[in-house]
């Protein structure tokens, strides 16, 4: 089995240099913070909207899923993830629709592009470059930034540009309030974590290999479960999902009973500040699955803020599906079923 604490042996597997990039998540976050928090983005006309959409695809959606678990609570209008060809059809003349894509590439979100300008649309967004790029360049609010921190290059491995830039454009409109001081000290606490993160990570990603990790969160931890899920998939090379508290409980628990030889794991992301309801069903809910003869493990992310805790397993859940994919003696780079379905689709146009 491959150590995990050895970098040399890790090179062998990931020549790309994905550990690099995941060791990188806060200098990412750092860099967006610096560059974009504190520029005004939008101009009165946008400030009239009366719902948000934020398209994007896989990764470049993290920001999107994270803001809306996090900021539930205080977001005032409606907003929306779309992961999808075409834009939902209440979007008019007043709608925020903010593009993300970390390539500039995404052929869904350039398609959303040109049906927002069709449907009159207010529109902002930004990635790395590429067509997305161009299409906002002098026309819309956004930005184009640098990805020097992603030394892999893979866009998924570029979580702390989606997650901060999505923040930064909606805190600019005002559709959330984040002091720069939370952010600074979030970003400081992950800093000041990684090598417990890491050491966390490993032991986890011991316990899963050989099962199928199921993610359970709640709260505002709930977009860290679908950025995790995503991981597994890509990362790791392993099949997983995850589910929210409460919806859970009113039916997955009944569907632990069969097949009789499954091989789940549940991952449970507990958090010391969620609300004392939800940790009364966090408790319960694993004496369920423990009844089931499905084994629970957990991770408490380390931070007093709800933002420090969402980057802390922001940061654990890169580290944990990287091991895993090490585990499993995969390059954890390599997306080749994902290459090669983009391959088909071009060839099937």
């Known amino acids: 089995m491959i150590d995990l604490t050895n970098l040399e042996e890790i090179k062998k597997l990931d020549p790309k240099n994905v550990y690099e990039s995941t060791g990188m998540f806060p200098d990412q976050c750092k860099q967006m913070f610096d560059s974009y928090f504190n520029t005004e983005f939008f101009s009165d006309e946008y400030k009239s909207v009366k719902n948000i959409v934020i398209c994007g695809m896989g990764g470049s959606a993290y920001g999107g899923h994270i803001a809306l678990s996090l900021f539930e609570n205080e977001i005032k209008i409606p907003l929306v993830i ?71 290059g893979q866009p998924r491995l ?116 969620y609300s004392s309801r939800i940790k009364k069903r966090f408790a319960l809910t694993k004496d369920v699955i423990k009844k089931n003869n499905v084994e629970v493990i957990e991770y408490s992310p380390c931070g007093k803020t709800k933002l420090s805790q969402v980057l802390n397993t922001l940061s654990f859940g890169g580290y944990l599906t990287l091991y895993l994919a090490l585990l499993y003696g995969q390059d954890p780079s390599l997306i080749p079923w994902v290459d090669y379905f983009k391959e088909q689709l071009k060839v099937a146009r």
């Not at 890491?198 to 990603?205: F, L």
Request: glycine letters at 8%.
């Open 82 to 152: 779309n992961s999808n060809y075409h834009l939902p059809g209440f979007v008019n003349k007043d709608t925020l629709v903010i593009l993300t894509s970390y390539s500039g590439s995404t052929e869904e979100v350039l398609s959303c592009a040109e049906e927002a300008l069709k449907k009159g649309a207010k529109i902002s967004g930004f990635s790395s470059g590429g067509k997305l790029g161009e299409f906002l360049k002098d026309k819309h609010p956004g930005f184009t930034f640098n990805p020097k921190f992603n030394p892999s």
């Open 158 to 273: 570029g979580t702390g540009y989606i997650a901060m830039g999505t923040f930064a454009l909606l805190k600019s409109w005002g559709a959330i309030e984040i002091k720069n001081s939370d952010v600074e000290s979030a970003i400081e606490d992950v800093k000041r974590s990684q090598e417990k993160i890491k050491g966390d990570a490993i032991e986890i990603a011991k316990q899963i290999q050989g099962k199928i990790p199921i993610i359970f969160a709640s709260e505002h931890l709930v977009g860290n479960a679908h950025v995790t899920r995503n991981q597994f998939n890509e990362t790791s090379k392993s099949f997983s999902a995850f589910e929210d508290i409460p919806e859970l409980n009113h039916h997955l628990m009944e569907g632990l009973k069969n097949p009789i030889d499954k091989k789940l794991i549940v991952l449970f992301i507990d958090s010391q500040i």
